[in-house]
Structures are given as C-alpha cells and as structure tokens.
T-cell receptor
Framework: DTGVSQNPRHKITKRGQNVTFRCDPI?????LYWYRQTLGQGPEFLTY????????KSRLLSDRFSAERPKGSFSTLEIQRTEQGDSAMYLC????????????FGQGTRLTVV | AQSVTQLDSQVPVFEEAPVELRCNYS??????LFWYVQYPNQGLQLLLK??????LVESINGFEAEFNKSQTSFHLRKPSVHISDTAEYFC?????????????FGTGTRLTIIP
C-alpha cells in the first residue's frame, strides 16, 4: 500500500469551469476526509465519509461543492463554476474509525483558478 | 468547538541550535493533540501525537512535545536542528474519546534553518 493517493497533483482552470479531484484512501481505512488549505493557513475541514455515508459537511462547503464516495472506496470532490477564491490546496486524508487512530494525508491537489 | 493558536508564524534558527514551536489550544472537552509537518508542495505527515498516558511524547527524528493541561499547551521542541528540518509545522486537535473525527489546525509555523 502506497498511502493516500490524490489526482491530479495540479490543476489550472478558467473561472467558471467545473473541476473534479479524486482521492484513493489507504485500502483498509473506512473514513475519508477532505480539507482545504489556502496560502499561509492551516488546513480547514470540508467534509468526511464513513464508508459511503457522508457524515458531516462544513459550512465552507458551498452549494458549488459536492463530494461522493461510491462503494466506500475512492472519493471525488467536484467544484462547479469555479471562482478565484477556490484556488487552494485540497487535501484528502483517511483513517480507521477507532478512537486511538490517526489520519494519513495525501499529497494534495493544488487548484489554481485563473 | 476547538481552536488552536500557533503564536509564531515564522521561526528562523541556526543549524544545531535548539528550537521551540509554540502551540496553545482551546476546548471545552478533552482533546487529542497532534503535530504535523509539511514540506514544500507536499501533504501533511504526522510528527507526533498525544492521546493519553505520558504527557511527554517523542518522534523518531528527535522532536518532542509536552502536553500541559493547565496551560492548554502542546509546544514542540528539538534540542539540535538540521537543515532537513526546514518545513512548515502545524499543531492540531480533535475531540478525545470519540471515533476519529475532523482535525482543527493552527495556522502553522514556518521553521527555517540557517546554515
């Protein structure tokens, strides 16, 4: 197992276009998280799944954002009608649902909206 | 809700000198505490964590952190830094005694090692 994998690593898109990112978690992990990190800031929680169920969404996740995790394996994060303010690093993490476990992060997808 | 304050946004340190990166948290419930490291254009790597037991926790590369409940702090220290320690360091918290849930991060401290 090579850890959490995110694709693409970089994405440049024009304002108004839709983009989709993919995250493949560590295979035995049932929880998957999405975070957003803007320049000079720490990561901010967006949403998380346990298996295929989306259990929590942050108020940061506007109507233009949607996340899915079909079959409880990989996840996708789609941003519709991108805005310049969406430019950020999007980080995915996965973990077990036990109490004393840790989250493992992928290398992130850097989105630039021009 | 929980919050994390990292008091120093940038810390320059000479190679082989000691360093302390400060982290304070606020929470109305018990928390677990973490330090993550981020190298340029990379994701986050867990450096060390406090869940329970000894309040002093150590990493494999010489960092240590001490949980101080009375001062609500979890400062990160290293007695002698190397050039390879240059990175951004994030302190994070999450609620204790629940299933793995979201992390709340501080704004990060950029550690720069001066040769």
């Amino acid at each position: 197992d090579t850890g959490v994998s995110q694709n693409p690593r970089h994405k440049i898109t024009k304002r108004g276009q839709n983009v989709t990112f993919r995250c493949d978690p560590i295979s035995e992990h049932n929880r998957l998280y999405w975070y957003r990190q803007t320049l000079g800031q720490g990561p901010e929680f967006l949403t998380y799944f346990q298996n295929e169920a989306q259990l929590e969404k942050s108020r940061l996740l506007s109507d233009r954002f949607s996340a899915e995790r079909p079959k409880g394996s990989f996840s996708t994060l789609e941003i519709q009608r991108t805005e310049q303010g969406d430019s950020a690093m999007y980080l995915c993490a996965s973990s077990h649902s036990g109490r004393n476990t840790e989250a493992f992060f992928g290398q992130g997808t850097r989105l630039t909206v021009v | 809700a929980q919050s994390v304050t990292q008091l120093d946004s940038q810390v320059p340190v000479f190679e082989e000198a000691p360093v302390e990166l400060r982290c304070n948290y606020s929470s109305s419930v018990s928390v677990y505490l973490f330090w993550y490291v981020q190298y340029p254009n990379q994701g986050l790597q867990l450096l060390l964590k406090y869940l329970s037991g000894s309040t002093l926790v150590e990493s494999i590369n010489g960092f240590e952190a001490e949980f101080n409940k009375s001062q609500t702090s979890f400062h990160l220290r290293k007695p002698s830094v190397h050039i390879s320690d240059t990175a951004e360091y994030f302190c994070a918290v999450r609620r204790a005694n629940f299933g793995n849930e979201k992390l709340t991060f501080g704004t990060g401290t950029r550690l720069t090692i001066i040769p």
